[in-house]
Structures are given as structure tokens and as C-alpha cells.
């Protein structure tokens, strides 16, 4: 389908292209009437304003796009703010589209920044499927993954070392004095979810303790409560004593759950969230979690979308950083609670 103009919307209401340009720029120059009927046009057509295209000379519109796949999630909050901090410094604004984990709604983020102009893309995909930013490929603005690896290796990215930071969570754990972990997460289709899952599996399998995976649907607060009613109906026997959750919403649902029904945590199950985002040492049992330095990766996103618009790099190296454990008490008392 051909992309909508302004000399479409301004056919389909039948005023000249100025009188559009007017609604839309300088609404005090027309009727209210006009405007209404335009707003309306523009709504029903699906015309998306080339924002950039007053600025087509210079060849620069001024602005970044970041699809993000959970704003709600305290950790992509973080990286957002490195991302926009950065560009603001440079001059730069920020375009910011929510995919709430739908592969279809971040496709039509990355087509509306296309149809933007916009200078340059971060995205945190929903999954490994990176086909939609095949829109750039003729344009071909500088695009950098963020908390995300392309396997292509076509695009660069900031990441994190996931299977190292699962390893970290499973390792804390044993030295606590767990014997039976388990790993509560999902969906696999998610890369840092599986990494994270397959760092945490190969540490507790090298030292012969037991381990149980527990699948879920997007990690949430709701999800983890969730898990945690079914971990304190479970038998004493069969129960877990140790759980990685690799989100820190989902762990700290699951600490909530087990709390309200009266299941010790550390005493009886200890928890290891992932992110380290401020409520989890905030929770009434401070929570232990594998941090990743959001705003530091969003930042250095930023950055390096930015080296590549002003010609300072040819080509961008992706960066991975490293996980950090970060212990409190929802860990601290296993070894030496009774059994």
C-alpha cells in the first residue's frame, strides 16, 4: 500500500494541501470545523507527518527511535533514561514505543520510525526474530541492540553476559546451602531467558544437586505469585529449597506469595532475582539479584549510535558487560536454618 501524504489527506477533505499544513502547524489560522475534519482524515487514513522532512536538506531529523518490549519493567525504565540522557546531551530527542511483547507492535514502531526519518535505532527486541529491521536496509541508519545479541552478527549491540549471570545466581545459591533448585521463568522464546536458564542448569548439574525447571508466561509480579502459591503446596519433600528467578518482579511476587503463606524465606527457600531494579531492596525480605547496569548499557547504546552519526566509527563493536551478584537476605540464612 502506497504511503499516505499530505496532498491525500488534503483531497479527502476537499481544502487545499495548505489549509492542511495550516490545521496542523497553525490551527488558529483555520476554523475549528477544519481542524476537526482534518484530525479526522489524518485518523482515518493513517497519514503519519514526516517530521523530518523540514530538515531534509540537512539530512537530519534530530531524533533516535528506541522500541523497547516491557517500559513497565523497572530495568527497561533505566536503560531508557541512559538512552534519552545521552541524546539529550547531543541534541538529540527520543522517540520511545512500548511493544508490550508483541512482535507485531514493535514492527510498527520500526515502520514509523522508517516513515520518520528518524537519525538512528535502539531497539531490545521481543525475540530472535530481527526480520523487521530489514525496513532500514535501504536508508540504513545506524541501529544498535540493546540487552540482546545479534547471532547474525549483522548488528552490534550492548548486552550482558546472561549464562554467566545465571551461573552466578546458581552458584550463590549452593554455597547458601541449597541442594534442590529451580529455575522459574519464561518464555524460553526470550534469549537472556534462556541464557540465564542454561548458566543456572549447567552450574547445579557440574555439582550434583537437583534441579527443577518451571516454565512460565512473561515474568511478573503476577506470574511470580503464581509460582509461589504452587512452591508452598507443594510437599516438603518434593519442595525446592533454593529459586532463581531470572526477573525481579516475578521474584519478588514469588517472595510475597511465600511470605503471605507463611513459608520462611531464606529458612526454608531462598531466592535470587535478576536485574537488581530498586524495589528488590526495598521488599520486606531484602531480595538477593544479579544486577545489570541498566542505565550504564542504555548509555553506552546512546553512544554508540551517536559515534556512528557523526562519522567517528565505521563500523560498531558490540559491548558486553559483565553481571554482578548482589546478596542480601532473601539468601543469607539457608545454611544454617534447620532442615
Same mark, same amino acid.
Given at each position: 500500500?502506497?504511503?499516505?501524504?499530505?496532498?491525500?489527506?488534503?483531497?479527502?477533505?476537499?481544502?487545499?494541501?495548505?489549509?492542511?499544513?495550516?490545521?496542523?502547524?497553525?490551527?488558529?489560522?483555520?476554523?475549528?470545523?477544519?481542524?476537526?475534519?482534518?484530525?479526522?482524515?489524518?485518523?482515518?487514513?493513517?497519514?503519519?507527518?514526516?517530521?523530518?522532512?523540514?530538515?531534509?536538506?540537512?539530512?537530519?531529523?534530530?531524533?533516535?527511535?528506541?522500541?523497547?518490549?516491557?517500559?513497565?519493567?523497572?530495568?527497561?525504565?533505566?536503560?531508557?533514561?541512559?538512552?534519552?540522557?545521552?541524546?539529550?546531551?547531543?541534541?538529540?530527542?527520543?522517540?520511545?514505543?512500548?511493544?508490550?511483547?508483541?512482535?507485531?507492535?514493535?514492527?510498527?514502531?520500526?515502520?514509523?520510525?522508517?516513515?520518520?526519518?528518524?537519525?538512528?535505532?535502539?531497539?531490545? /527486541?521481543?525475540?530472535?526474530?530481527?526480520?523487521?529491521?530489514?525496513?532500514?536496509?535501504?536508508?540504513?541508519?545506524?541501529?544498535?541492540?540493546?540487552?540482546?545479541?545479534?547471532?547474525?552478527?549483522?548488528?552490534?549491540?550492548?548486552?550482558?553476559?546472561?549464562?554467566?549471570?545465571?551461573?552466578?545466581?546458581?552458584?550463590?545459591?549452593?554455597?547458601?546451602?541449597?541442594?534442590?533448585?529451580?529455575?522459574?521463568?519464561?518464555?524460553?522464546?526470550?534469549?537472556?531467558?534462556?541464557?540465564?536458564?542454561?548458566?543456572?542448569?549447567?552450574?547445579?548439574?557440574?555439582?550434583?544437586?537437583?534441579?527443577?525447571?518451571?516454565?512460565? /508466561?512473561?515474568?511478573?509480579?503476577?506470574?511470580?505469585?503464581?509460582?509461589?502459591?504452587?512452591?508452598?503446596?507443594?510437599?516438603?519433600?518434593?519442595?525446592?529449597?533454593?529459586?532463581?528467578?531470572?526477573?525481579?518482579?516475578?521474584?519478588?511476587?514469588?517472595?510475597?506469595?511465600?511470605?503471605?503463606?507463611?513459608?520462611?524465606?531464606?529458612?526454608?527457600?531462598?531466592?535470587?532475582?535478576?536485574?537488581?531494579?530498586?524495589?528488590?531492596?526495598?521488599?520486606?525480605?531484602?531480595?538477593?539479584?544479579?544486577?545489570? /547496569?541498566?542505565?550504564?548499557?542504555?548509555?553506552?547504546?546512546?553512544?554508540?549510535?551517536?559515534?556512528?552519526?557523526?562519522?567517528?566509527?565505521?563500523?560498531?563493536?558490540?559491548?558486553?558487560?559483565?553481571?554482578?551478584?548482589?546478596?542480601?537476605?532473601?539468601?543469607?540464612?539457608?545454611?544454617?536454618?534447620?532442615?
Amino acid at each position: 500500500m502506497a504511503e499516505v501524504g499530505i496532498r491525500d489527506v488534503a483531497a479527502y477533505v476537499g481544502v487545499s494541501i495548505a489549509t492542511v499544513s495550516n490545521a496542523l502547524h497553525r490551527p488558529y489560522r483555520v476554523s475549528k470545523e477544519t481542524v476537526a475534519r482534518v484530525m479526522q482524515a489524518i485518523d482515518e487514513l493513517g497519514y503519519v507527518p514526516n517530521v523530518a522532512a523540514r530538515q531534509l536538506r540537512a539530512g537530519r531529523s534530530g531524533v533516535l527511535g528506541m522500541a523497547v518490549h516491557n517500559l513497565v519493567n523497572p530495568f527497561f525504565s533505566q536503560v531508557v533514561l541512559g538512552v534519552e540522557e545521552v541524546a539529550e546531551r547531543s541534541g538529540y530527542s527520543l522517540i520511545v514505543g512500548n511493544s508490550y511483547a508483541s512482535r507485531e507492535r514493535e514492527v510498527r514502531y520500526l515502520e514509523l520510525f522508517e516513515r520518520l526519518r528518524l537519525d538512528g535505532i535502539l531497539i531490545a /527486541p521481543v525475540g530472535d526474530d530481527l526480520s523487521g529491521l530489514d525496513l532500514f536496509s535501504r536508508r540504513r541508519p545506524p541501529v544498535v541492540l540493546v540487552d540482546q545479541e545479534d547471532p547474525t552478527g549483522v548488528y552490534p549491540s550492548v548486552s550482558l553476559d546472561d549464562v554467566h549471570g545465571g551461573g552466578l545466581a546458581a552458584q550463590h545459591l549452593l554455597a547458601a546451602g541449597a541442594r534442590h533448585i529451580a529455575f522459574v521463568g519464561g518464555p524460553l522464546q526470550v534469549a537472556q531467558i534462556r541464557d540465564r536458564l542454561a548458566g543456572c542448569r549447567q552450574v547445579v548439574e557440574a555439582a550434583g544437586a537437583r534441579f527443577t525447571e518451571i516454565l512460565t /508466561p512473561p515474568l511478573t509480579v503476577r506470574s511470580g505469585r503464581e509460582v509461589g502459591d504452587r512452591l508452598a503446596g507443594m510437599a516438603e519433600a518434593d519442595r525446592p529449597d533454593g529459586v532463581f528467578v531470572p526477573n525481579d518482579e516475578a521474584a519478588l511476587g514469588v517472595l510475597q506469595s511465600l511470605i503471605s503463606r507463611r513459608i520462611s524465606v531464606p529458612g526454608e527457600i531462598a531466592i535470587v532475582g535478576y536485574d537488581d531494579i530498586d524495589f528488590a531492596a526495598a521488599a520486606i525480605v531484602p531480595l538477593t539479584s544479579v544486577r545489570q /547496569p541498566a542505565y550504564e548499557m542504555g548509555a553506552r547504546a546512546a553512544e554508540m549510535v551517536l559515534q556512528a552519526l557523526s562519522g567517528e566509527a565505521e563500523r560498531l563493536t558490540s559491548v558486553r558487560f559483565e553481571p554482578e551478584l548482589v546478596a542480601r537476605r532473601s539468601t543469607h540464612e539457608l545454611a544454617a536454618a534447620p532442615r
